[in-house]
């Protein structure tokens, strides 16, 4: 799967996943790197079929009302060290990976993981 990481978010998140096989890039890596417009993000992303990963829930709105970015994926986990985001991303992953097959929009909590039905245009 194809990822792009906001910038509240650490880019080791994106070295993360490219080590297990998936397409991972960070803000900190776009041409306007971490002051990338939350616009800028969502055409990188559509363009490229990636999932954008973000703590920001202007996206969840842009998301809910315009369709863009098409595919998300919200951190609600709060303030937790780099390290213990790195851990619930990595026991997680093959679920939330999974998660994309039928939605567009997944929330990671600490303790659960929710999947909404895919939008229906």
């Known amino acids: 799967m194809k990822f792009v990481f906001d910038a509240q978010l650490p880019a080791r998140l994106a070295t993360f996943l490219n080590k297990r096989g998936h397409d991972a890039i960070h803000t900190s890596s776009l041409p306007a790197g971490n002051r990338s417009t939350d616009q800028q993000i969502c055409t990188i992303a559509d363009a490229q ?3 954008v990963v973000t703590k920001d829930a202007d996206f969840r709105n842009s998301h809910l009302l315009t369709g863009s970015p ?5 951190v609600a986990t709060g303030n937790i060290t780099n390290d213990a985001l790195l851990e619930l991303v990595g026991a997680g992953l093959a679920v939330i990976t999974h998660a994309f097959e039928s939605s567009d929009f997944v ?3 600490p303790d659960v993981l929710i999947v909404h039905k895919r939008r229906l245009d």
Do not use: F, P
């Open 49 to 51: 079929d990636r999932i």
């Open 70 to 74: 098409r595919r998300l994926l919200i």
């Open 107 to 109: 929330e990671l909590w």
